[in-house]
């Protein structure tokens, strides 16, 4: 056990981690050279800019947008995102793991934040999935990706919560640890195949959709040529 | 915004369709708009393979390829949308309408559903699919309401535009919309209401004497005048059904003195092609930018009509030129500006009863015109109301990318699409309804009389001709006797 702890810690930590950033890079690469060759393909190249800007901050920053639609369900979801984001990168024990490494400084989170986030995160992780189920639209939508995502992604959660915050048995803590840590590596290993590579392409989203409707110019006489329709009447 | 949803008895209304069974059986295709007979076989392989040679040639891949990543399933959307507001048919969701095209492409054309088709034996396109499409892409305005309130930035209207045109690639498109545009760009008249020029001038005529009669002005409408400021394109169908809004127009060009034409070569702005098929957006845009510099004009001016001011504007610098095009506004831009100079004055005390404006998705979408109309009624109707919600967020007529053009589905449009708006006219309580937007206008009418709303819908100019105040100057002295009362000429 202690050995299988080590190699998940150490070697396979390293190569999930690196697995996802080179992920989650090249989608983020291919997405941003889509858009560029998009752009340069426009006849118009009269894009907004600003105004996309300031519609992928309002995104990301999503405070005006909760109370439009679904109210319950976006502060649920933002909180959750919060506590996704903010435990792994903050918690002490994290930090240390690597900090011991680098030596670099970094901000860690209290004990009483790590443990109030955790809970927050498993919460309305929890909530959310309740809501999808009982929601008739959003389950009528949903795959089996979106029930599947925020089961995994709490899995770290809940596991790292027992092993901190409840006193378990060296064993328990030991196993407990581990699946901590698989599971992590899965998530990072997943992530840029899946949904979650929104992670990175979200602030992209607005520019997509602002350049999505600037199309190159003779397409028609292309697309009929492709086609074999040349001359043909309308 | 909520409403009550509709009754088993009204969407059975909505949805009959006129079609003749037996054209539905040869075609195999069950739509309530009517389609021109086309090959029927081999349906799934040939909407491929338009779907590939678009791709090929456009800029939707990247698009796709986002959205297909993004997707969150949260069904905000849902919420936005009046068409699933209305009819609270799950497959009116939005995000489930666009899944139908977004399955296809990640089937299709990425190597990982490639991949995971091949392993599963999924047998990918069918019939059937594309039956679902026909369908549900017509049934969606493309109104554009509920991208903005998706956090994974999905555009349905896209979406629908693209999903519409690959099928019209297959012969899958409204007839409507099909003849009026074959009629545009090779009937004998060119345009697609087929005015012929002598009636045109005719009409133009008949109009010049009424206002020279009402007003006692010389009014015209100039024909054919090089080097004009602005070569003017109304919805051709205006000619035919919005005598007021025109000569509002006209007598605001004759206020200010400013240099306009109408040229007979081509006078439509209408643009079906933004709604079924990029090739047709792309050659109707073409002959706008003939026209324009046949008559050495210097800008281009749509009437009050959303699509055709949408797709002039955006449309002509990507197939005319890029930024050397010609520029495009709307009649409405030139109004407020003229207005705001001072050189345009309205009277306050003619148009006393309710007034209400309604936002064409088109320009009010992405916040191109919203304020400049609502400034100049505030100005001169005593009596203006808001509608909420409106502006970029505002509420589809319900007879929008297209629809309205499409006569067989009215009852749809007007129980269905247009419901919302319904609500939110008959709430305001107005007396006229403004909607500067042809189609808008055709919608709201028809609307307003299945709904028994007493409303009377109107253009922005209509109400502008009732209180324009001309200069002395402009007034004649004596009317002469052939255009008097039009009795000594005949
Ligand atoms: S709001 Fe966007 S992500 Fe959410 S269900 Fe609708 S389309 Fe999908
Ligand atoms: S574009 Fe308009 S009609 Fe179409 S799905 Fe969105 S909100 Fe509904």
Redesign the interface.
């Known amino acids: 056990m202690e050995h299988l702890l080590e190699f998940a810690r150490g070697p396979l930590f390293r190569l999930s981690f690196a697995l996802m950033v080179l992920g989650l890079l090249r989608?983020l690469a291919?997405?941003l050279f889509?858009?560029y060759?998009?752009y340069r393909?426009?006849?118009?190249?009269?894009v907004p800019w600003g105004?996309t800007t300031l519609k992928a901050l309002e995104?990301l920053v999503?405070i005006r947008?909760v109370f439009?639609?679904?109210p319950v369900?976006?502060v649920f979801?933002i909180l959750f995102h919060i506590g996704l984001l903010l435990v792994p990168i903050f918690l002490y024990a994290h930090v240390k793991l690597w900090q011991d490494d680098l030596g670099l400084p970094w901000l860690t989170l209290s004990y009483k934040w790590a443990y109030g986030l955790t809970l927050l995160t498993i919460i309305t992780g929890l909530a959310l999935i309740v809501g999808r189920i009982a929601?008739?639209?959003?389950s009528?939508?949903?795959?089996k990706q979106?029930y599947l995502w925020p089961i995994a992604l709490l899995i770290p959660f809940v596991t790292g919560f027992i092993c901190a915050h409840l006193g378990v048995g060296p064993k328990a803590y030991q196993a407990l640890m581990l699946i901590h840590i698989l599971a992590g590596e899965l998530i990072f290993v997943l992530m840029p195949?899946t949904?979650i590579?929104?992670c990175v392409?979200?602030p992209?989203?607005?520019y997509?959709?602002a350049?999505?409707?600037?199309?190159?110019?003779?397409?028609?006489d292309?697309?009929?040529t492709?086609?074999n329709k040349k001359g043909e009447?309308? | 915004m909520r409403t009550k949803r509709i009754t088993p008895e009204e969407r059975e209304r909505a949805f009959k369709s006129l079609r003749k069974p037996d054209v539905e059986e040869k075609q195999r295709l069950h739509v309530r708009y009517h389609v021109e007979d086309f090959d029927v076989n081999d349906r799934p392989r040939r909407f491929l393979e338009a779907f590939a040679a678009i791709l090929k040639h456009s800029n939707y891949r990247m698009a796709l390829e986002h959205f297909i990543r993004m997707s969150a399933k949260c069904s905000r959307c849902a919420v936005s949308c009046q068409v699933y507001q209305a009819t609270g048919d799950l497959k009116d969701i939005p995000c489930y309408r666009s899944e139908l095209l977004l399955s296809v492409y990640r089937r299709h054309f990425t190597y990982g559903g490639m991949l995971k088709g091949r392993l599963l034996g999924d047998p990918g396109l069918t019939d059937e699919k594309i039956q679902e499409m026909a369908e549900s892409f017509w049934n969606c305005t493309a109104c554009r309401r509920c991208s903005i309130d998706c956090p994974s930035g999905i555009d349905h209207g896209l979406i629908t535009h693209l999903g519409r045109y690959i099928l019209s690639e297959i012969g899958i498109a409204p007839r409507a919309l099909v003849v009026s545009t074959r009629e545009q760009l090779e009937g004998a008249t060119g345009n697609t209401s087929a005015i012929p020029v002598p009636a045109l001038t005719d009409t133009l005529e008949f109009l010049e004497e009424d206002m020279l009669e009402e007003k006692q002005v010389e009014i015209k409408f100039p024909i054919d005048v090089e080097g004009s400021e602005y070569v003017f394109f109304p919805a051709v169908s205006d000619f035919l059904m919005e005598a007021e809004t025109l000569m509002g127009i006209a007598a605001v060009f004759t206020a200010t003195g400013d240099s306009w034409t109408t040229g007979t070569g081509y006078f439509d702005g209408i643009n079906y092609g933004l709604f079924y098929s990029d090739r047709m957006l792309e050659r109707i845009v073409k002959k706008i930018d003939a026209e324009t510099r046949r008559l050495k004009g210097k800008k281009v001016l749509i009437g009050e009509c959303g699509h055709a001011s949408r797709s002039a504007k955006y449309f002509l610098p990507t197939y005319c030129g890029g930024k050397d095009a010609y520029p495009v506004i709307n009649i409405m831009e030139y109004t407020y500006e003229v207005f705001k100079n001072g050189r345009l004055k309205l009277d306050p005390n003619i148009v006393t009863e309710k007034v209400a404006y309604h936002d064409p998705c088109n320009i009010a979408r992405q916040g191109w015109i919203i304020d400049k109309p609502r400034e100049i009624l505030k100005a001169f109707c005593k009596n203006y109301v808001e509608m909420t919600p409106s502006g970029s967020n505002n509420i589809c007529c319900g007879g929008g990318g297209g629809t309205v053009s499409i006569d067989e589905i009215r009852p749809y449009r007007t129980t269905i699409g247009g419901k919302l708006k319904a609500d939110q006219i008959r709430r305001s309580g107005c007396h006229y309804l403004v909607a500067p937007c042809a189609n808008c206008k055709k919608q709201l009418r028809e609307l307003v009389e299945d709904q028994k709303i007493p409303v009377e819908v109107v253009g922005l100019h209509d109400l502008i001709y009732k209180a324009i105040i001309f200069d002395d100057s402009l007034k004649v002295k004596k009317i002469p006797a052939e255009a008097g009362t039009g009795e000594e000429g005949k």
Request: aromatic share 10%; glycine share 2%; net charge positive.
């Open positions: 989608i291919l997405d889509e858009l060759r998009a393909q426009a006849g118009d190249k009269t105004k995104w999503p947008k439009v639609n679904r369900y976006s979801s929601n008739r639209t959003s009528f939508l949903s795959r979106d195949f949904k590579a929104h392409l979200m992209l989203s607005q997509v959709a350049v999505a409707w600037k199309f190159p110019p003779d397409t028609d292309k697309v009929c492709t086609l009447p309308v």
